[in-house]
């Protein structure tokens, strides 16, 4: 055997191993939801999102020691490439084990020469998308009642914790069904068929069972019970989703991950992407924890655009950050975000903090809150796609990441995130029941960030975004630190006609002290939005209000976290 044929077994072999530790992890889930062990679903997130990187990095020096530390030759790896090709031809999961054979390949060329000659830029081959989600779904006939279906569902994926009350369960998702669903068809019931997936979704204090019904000749309908603990001992189904742009929010890119068991991801990307056409195949990934190989999906993605579109990359819009340049391509609904060479004063990050932020919200619970953004390294655009402006403003601003060529940018590190129109821009253009609505969502948003124990810092609208369906959603990194890192105060009394009259505090301020009274600044200059936010969340100017907040986090409250409205959720009276 070969050399590159040893290398390309053991890079496999990695492989499995790195992806048996991370199916154990998600496995737990059931006995973790089940036990109400809200801490340990937390733990399992962040050690499950190390999985990839320790198998990365465990991996290497077997691989240094197998061809005495000469692994950097290219000829090598394009033997190892095509005897690895060949070993997962005929893997389910092969598209993950491409993404871990690439980053095996970038861990060792610092992200150099990342062509198809050596890595899977493209992948193999092409997916079978025939029957692909019949793998994992059970299929329930409706015949003449709903409500017999719905019995047979919960009855089929029980838990350790009985039901509540299954007959209400049953009831409120029959009505729901017969009141929203079944007017909307001339279909009888008897042709209509509901899939629901083996594999039950978890995440945070939640379960979901996930499926679709199945009208001839129509688009699926998405099916979506999340289960909930009633605090005594039982369970309930709290609401069926059935819209399409909800469901969409529940695999946001603002939450979570789900733990879910999928031996063959593509399976259920398969079967996601029937509800959600519209959704991007690599958020489908990252929705169930695959990052790394959404990464590589978006890549394919990304580069698949480019030809069949002809705008520029330009400056994104809304106020220029101090910390962060950023930019977008109009015609693709990402931005890319690099780190500037100097910030802009009064900001004193360092670069090094920078990330370090930006690792934290990857590995905490964003509540539906926070962007998930994606890390790259080498990311290489054409050049002549950028606007002269841009280029410039790069050159001044992040001139050290940038390595400039004939026909191509390479950018050194950047982020990517979802584009959302800024805060302060949307006020601009909103009328005043949008600025009630959007008010309303910018105080929802801090308050569920601080009882996930997430303080922004910078708390300016420029740094908060609203999503297509409405939502706020922080995006701004830089200066965002844990609740319970923080010392909420009140601004002391004044004493002294000279004390009130100061341009500088006269009182001691603390490194970690947060003057909640100081909020309403956030507002300079916008009196309609300032006066919609005081009417409904005043309290987040009040010292005490994060006090109590921060006692209950201490004591280990794990906030209740709804990827859906208030209002959809069924009455348990």
Same mark, same amino acid.
């Given at each position: ?21 991370? &199916? ?17 679903? &937390? ?47 005929? &893997? ?34 092409? *997916? ?93 309908? %998405? ?106 391509? %109009? ?75 004939? *026909? ?83 601004? %002391? ?81």
């Amino acid at each position: 055997m070969s050399s590159s044929h040893r290398l390309a077994r053991t890079v496999l072999n990695g492989f499995h191993a790195m992806f048996a530790d991370f &199916q154990n992890i998600t496995l737990g889930a059931k006995a973790r939801f089940e036990q109400q062990d809200w801490h340990g679903v &937390q733990q399992a997130q962040a050690d499950r999102l190390e999985v990839y990187k320790s198998k990365v990095d465990k991996l290497m020096p077997m691989l240094n020691s197998m061809v005495n530390n000469e692994l950097n030759d290219f000829g090598l790896w394009k033997d190892i490439k095509r005897h690895y090709q060949v070993l997962i031809a005929h &893997q389910n999961n092969f598209e993950i084990a491409e993404t871990f054979f690439n980053s095996i390949f970038c861990k060792v060329f610092d992200h150099q020469q990342i062509t198809d000659d050596y890595a899977f830029v493209t992948s193999s081959r092409q *997916r079978p998308t025939a029957n692909l989600d019949d793998m994992l779904y059970n299929s329930y006939a409706i015949k003449a009642d709903f409500r017999q279906v719905i019995t047979t569902i919960l009855q089929d994926y029980r838990f350790a914790v009985p039901y509540q009350n299954l007959r209400q369960d049953v009831r409120n998702v029959a009505r729901e069904v017969y009141r929203e669903i079944v007017p909307k068809y001339q279909e009888s019931l008897d042709n209509i068929i509901v899939d629901v997936m083996d594999s039950v979704f978890y995440r945070n204090k939640g379960a979901y069972l996930v499926g679709r019904i199945c009208v001839p000749n129509s688009q699926p309908i %998405p099916f979506v019970l999340p289960i909930l603990h009633a605090g005594d001992g039982t369970l309930y189904v709290d609401t069926l989703i059935h819209d399409p742009d909800e469901v969409s929010i529940i695999f946001s890119f603002t939450r979570a991950y789900f733990m879910v068991d999928a031996p063959t991801p593509a399976a259920i990307v398969a079967f996601l992407h029937s509800l959600m056409p519209h959704k991007k195949i690599y958020e489908l990934y990252a929705s169930f924890g695959f990052r790394k190989h959404s990464k590589t999906e978006f890549y394919r993605d990304f580069v698949n655009h480019l030809p069949n579109s002809d705008d520029s990359f330009v400056v994104a819009p809304g106020i220029k950050g101090m910390v962060m340049t950023v930019f977008t391509l %109009p015609s693709y609904d990402i931005v890319f975000k690099l780190i500037k060479d100097r910030f802009t004063p009064p900001k004193e990050v360092t670069a090094d903090i920078v990330r370090a932020k930006y690792r934290l919200v990857t590995r905490h619970d964003r509540v539906g809150r926070m962007a998930d953004t994606q890390e790259f390294s080498g990311f290489r655009f054409p050049l002549d796609r950028f606007d002269p402006q841009l280029l410039r403003d790069l050159q001044e601003e992040a001139g050290s990441l940038l390595e400039i060529g004939e *026909r191509e940018i390479t950018i050194k590190h950047l982020y990517t995130e979802r584009r959302m129109t800024p805060l302060n821009l949307y006020l601009r253009s909103a009328n005043d029941q949008e600025i009630a609505n959007v008010m309303d969502e910018y105080g929802n948003a801090i308050k569920q960030l601080a009882a996930a124990n997430i303080f922004p810092g910078d708390m300016l609208l420029k740094n908060f975004g609203v999503t297509r369906h409405g939502r706020v959603v922080f995006y701004d990194y830089d200066e965002i630190c844990h609740i319970t890192e923080c010392n909420f105060r009140r601004i %002391p009394e004044a004493k002294t006609e000279e004390q009130e009259m100061a341009s500088q505090p006269w009182y001691d301020v603390g490194p970690f002290d947060v003057f909640p009274e100081e909020f309403r600044l956030f507002f300079s200059g916008n009196p309609k939005a300032r006066r919609a936010f005081d009417c409904l969340h005043s309290d987040l100017y009040e010292a005490e209000f994060w006090q109590s907040l921060k006692r209950q986090i201490e004591e280990g409250k794990v906030v209740d976290v709804f990827p859906y409205r208030r209002k959809r959720r069924f009455d348990q009276n």
